[in-house]
């Protein structure tokens, strides 16, 4: 009886319910040949056009309405809750509708995570990063065309370090929030997890959402929340205005460490960690 336990085990930890998709090669010069590629930098630009737009005017929309010489309420408006989950429903959103296109990225932060973690080439991280940066662009740049009035009285939406908070702080803030972020990318979209969990339908883009909510509300009062270069560069092209482009840097180089501390984290920790956990039980066996 023992032993028929023991073979059970064992059987239960060799099967494998899951197939990790092989790593992407370094370069891929055979994408730029598809059409699949470019319709997926088509749609991360609008993506994330699409999520500067909204986001950048709730931003303006709230700040005009508690303008107190506009009448405004201190306390009406959307608050920093609306604005979160403006940001947070949009990327639910977004990554819901692009996913089975590009992937969803609508960030170079998560391209440049996943481009660690070789689920995407160096051809393609590029050429989404730029994608997503024009998008950013073009995203604000339209908003500042519909609300030319209220775009440069109320910020422009740009990120900027607040009074008060010391350039490490944050550095500190970016980073962590990019690494809550992509650390929930890379465990929302894990194909072992999608096995393990089959019981419990996941809809990989609700997580996701969810985490840009909490890191905005966590954030607001610090940097505005970046955790997106292309969000913060955008909003930095068209508003362009001296603050924002001295702390330009926070936002590129904090989200792109926490990207690398989150892919190294869930690619070398957890996963690689499971797999010498069931070598040395093997061994041990």
Known sequence: MAKDVEVAERGSFSAKDYHDPPPAPLFDSVELTKWSFYRAVIAEFIATLLFLYITVLTVIGYKSQIDADLGGDACGGVGILGIAWAFGGMIFILVYCTAGISGGHINPAVTFGLFLARKVSLVRAVMYIVAQSLGAIAGVGLVKAFQKSYYTKYGGGANELADGYSTGVGLAAEIIGTFVL???????????????????????????????????????????????????????VIYDKKKAWDDQWIFWVGPFIGAAIAAFYHQFILRAGAVKALGSFRSNA
């Open 182 to 236: 992509v650390y929930t990318v890379f465990s929302a979209t894990d194909p072992k997890r999608s096995a393990r969990d089959s019981h419990v339908p996941v809809l990989a883009p609700l997580p996701i959402g969810f985490a840009v909510f909490m890191v905005h509300l966590a954030t607001i009062p610090i940097t505005g929340t970046g955790i997106n270069p292309a969000r913060s560069l955008g909003a930095a």
